[in-house]
């Protein structure tokens, strides 16, 4: 039996927690994303009417005075984020092997969704 | 004896690009791939397509009547049509791995049935929404 951070006879992996935590995050996110996409069809299903009002609540509804729609929608599209990142660092991490492209293409990656989700929040808090 | 006089299965190690246009992968493998190009087109989408569509309809009763107009040109229900197709894709296929983490239905005739299931609920879906995308009902 190899020791823990030595796989096979060759590779000795270096690092702190080998992907557990990119691996266990993309899993939750991916759970909280199904749960809100499945509540926001049913939202839609249930929309009176598809006008400019109903949609907008289906995102802005409040509980009591506190704005839960606008939260629970700005912490599923933080989930995508997060979601999005692991998925395509992975493929960067599959398919581009020199270290200097891998990283710039890393770093488009996560200006891309971060300026998704400032947009996205921007569009569901402004106006 | 038969077997030895029968050609060579090919092998494939490490192949490349053009070598994957022969290379049958099994339904599983299909529903793999698939699973990260439809993951891929939705980050790219996002930004460019969902968000300003979503922006449109959420900002101004105006907009919100103008997405009914945009939507209406129909390139743009194709890429609507396509990009419904790579949600419905992800999210199905997305489940099935959720249950493949938990080890339900690693064995190889369970695993096969599932992603047939999972072609046929995903392909289906896009069918029934997509043909109310494009007005059937």
Redesign the interface.
């Known amino acids: 039996m190899a020791s823990p951070e030595r796989i096979g006879t060759k590779r000795l992996v270096v690092g702190a927690h080998y992907g557990v935590g990119e691996f266990v995050i993309q899993?939750v996110t991916?759970?909280i994303l199904?749960i809100y996409?499945v509540v926001l069809f049913i939202g839609i299903l249930m929309m009176p009417g598809f006008t400019?009002q109903a949609?907008?609540d289906l995102?802005t509804f409040g509980v009591g005075g506190f704005p839960m729609g606008q939260l629970l929608a700005t912490l599923a599209f933080f989930s995508?984020g997060w979601h999005?990142w692991i998925?395509?660092r992975d493929?960067w991490m599959d398919y581009v092997k020199p270290t200097g492209v891998r990283l710039g293409l890393q770093v488009l990656t996560i200006l891309?969704?971060v300026?998704?989700v400032v947009?996205?929040v921007v569009?569901?808090w402004?106006? | 004896m038969s077997d030895r006089a029968a050609k060579p299965r090919p092998q494939f190690k490490n192949i490349n690009v053009w070598q994957l246009i022969n290379y049958r992968l099994p339904l599983a493998g299909q529903l793999s791939i698939l699973h990260r190009v439809s993951g891929a087109m939705l980050f790219l989408m996002l930004p460019t397509v969902i968000l300003p569509l979503f922006a449109m309809s959420f900002t101004s009763p105006q907009g919100f009547a103008k997405l009914a107009v945009v939507t209406d040109m129909w390139f743009v229900k194709l890429v609507l049509l396509a990009l419904l197709w790579g949600f419905l894709h992800h999210f199905c296929a997305g489940i099935r791995y959720l249950a493949l983490d938990l080890h339900h239905g690693l064995d190889k005739h369970a695993a096969k049935r599932s992603a047939g299931v999972v072609f046929g609920v995903s392909l289906g879906l896009t069918v029934v929404f997509g043909l109310k995308l494009f007005g059937a009902w």
Do not use: M, N, Q
Request: proline share 0%; glycine share 12%; hydrophobic share 65%.
């Open positions: 899993r991916a759970v199904a996409t400019f949609w907008r995102f995508l999005a998925g395509v493929i891309w969704l300026g998704s947009y996205f569009i569901l402004g106006a």
